[in-house]
Structures are given as C-alpha cells and as structure tokens.
C-alpha cells in the first residue's frame, strides 16, 4: 500500500545551520506530495508541493525535490531560524485518491 | 478565497459526556472533507472522511461519529466521551483531485 515514511525527530539545530529532513514513499504510479508544518498550537500549514517526478515546490528558504529514482523528498534549508521551530509533516496523495498518507513528523528545534 | 472554521479551540470536557466539534468551508462547493486526530507527540490519524452531504466514510473503528448534513459542514460527535478521547483534532478540506488539504486551526480536546 502506500505509506510514507520520516526520519525521526527531535532534530535540534543552531540557528543558520542547514537543515535537511528526510521523507521517502511507497506509491504505485505517480503520486503528487507534500510538505506541512504544524507551529506549537496551531494546525497544519501547507508548505510547499510537488505534483511530478524532478518537480522542485519551494517556499519561505525551504525547496523539497521530487525524485522518483529514489522515491524521496526531502526538505531542505539553506539557513534556518528560531522561528522555523516546529513540526513538519511528509504527506502523499494519489490521483482519484480521497486521502492523503501523512508521515508520522519530524520536530525541529531551532536554537539562537 | 476559501477559508475553514473549526471551533471551538479548546474543550474540556468529563468522561461519559457527549461531543459535537463543527466544521465548515466557505469559497467552495462539494469539497471533500476530512477529521484528523493528533494524540500527544504523534502523527496524524485519519477518522473519518466524506465526499457529499450524507457520505461518511471512518477509517478507525472507535468511539466518534460524524455527521455532513449540509455540503460544507462537519460534524464530529461523541455520545459518551472516554479518556482516550483526548487529543488534537483536525478538519481539513480539499478539491476532487490530488491538490493539497488545507486545515483549521484544531480543537484541543481534554478529557478529564
């Protein structure tokens, strides 16, 4: 079936570092796929999306590619800030899908 | 632009009494709509699901019920609330195809 799966967290950074978090999938055809975060207390943002293979979605420093070679996308930051603090969710969704599969978060933690 | 309300954003509540968290969408029609649970420092779980008004589809068998009496409102329920009850809950809507959810801002649910 289709799942998606995140490293685990916590990730616990200093502020200006680079930041990867990994997300790969199990999908049959070409599914679409997508970065949330979720801040302390609220609910799940969109990030940023990419809906075919070598696709680059990108928003607020943060870029994610689609590589169907390898079935990953991995969200990345050139230089985070405390206030990237938060939970980031991997999620996919098929065509002729209801449902989206969301990874399980991983928690950032950002430090002056 | 579509928008979605969810309240209330917090509740406490005792064991045994019942539960009606509202959702709706405005900007749109005929939007697929979803219920999400966040347990403390977990992922998400899908419960229920809907794509038309009367339409409900639970993913987890469990104590909650919803309702979709009109196209952009949902109703999760409860007739007598458990312990485990507790959590984060989600709504989230999204268009028929593979675009993204987009949520509210959630209910903490505390039960005591």
């Known amino acids: 079936g289709n799942s998606v799966t995140q490293m685990e967290g916590p990730v616990t950074l200093s502020e200006e570092a680079f930041l990867t978090i990994n997300c790969t999938y199990t999908a049959t055809g070409y599914p679409s796929l997508f970065w949330y975060v979720q801040y302390p207390g609220e609910g799940l943002q969109l990030l940023l999306k990419?809906?075919?293979?070598?696709d680059k979605g990108s928003n607020k420093g943060f870029e994610a590619t689609y590589r169907k070679e390898t079935t990953s996308f991995h969200l990345e930051k050139g230089s985070v800030q405390v206030s990237d603090s938060a939970v980031y969710f991997c999620a996919l969704v098929k065509d002729s899908s209801y449902k989206l599969i969301f990874g399980s978060g991983t928690r950032l933690l950002v430090r002056p | 632009s579509q928008t979605i309300h969810q309240w209330p954003a917090t509740l406490v509540q005792p064991v045994g009494s019942p539960l009606s968290l509202e959702c709706t969408v405005e900007g749109t029609s005929n939007p697929n709509l979803y219920w999400y649970r966040q347990a403390a420092g977990r992922g998400l779980q899908l419960l229920f699901y809907s794509v038309g008004i009367g339409q409900i589809s639970s993913e987890v068998p469990q104590n909650l019920s919803a309702s979709r009496p009109q196209d952009r409102q949902f109703i999760l329920s409860s007739k007598k609330l458990l312990l485990s009850d507790s959590g984060f809950y989600l709504c989230?809507?999204?268009?028929?195809?593979?675009?993204?959810?987009?949520f509210g801002n959630g209910t903490r649910l505390t039960v005591t």
């Open positions: 989230a809507w999204r268009r028929r195809d593979n675009s993204p959810l987009h």
């Open positions: 990419a809906t075919k293979a070598d």
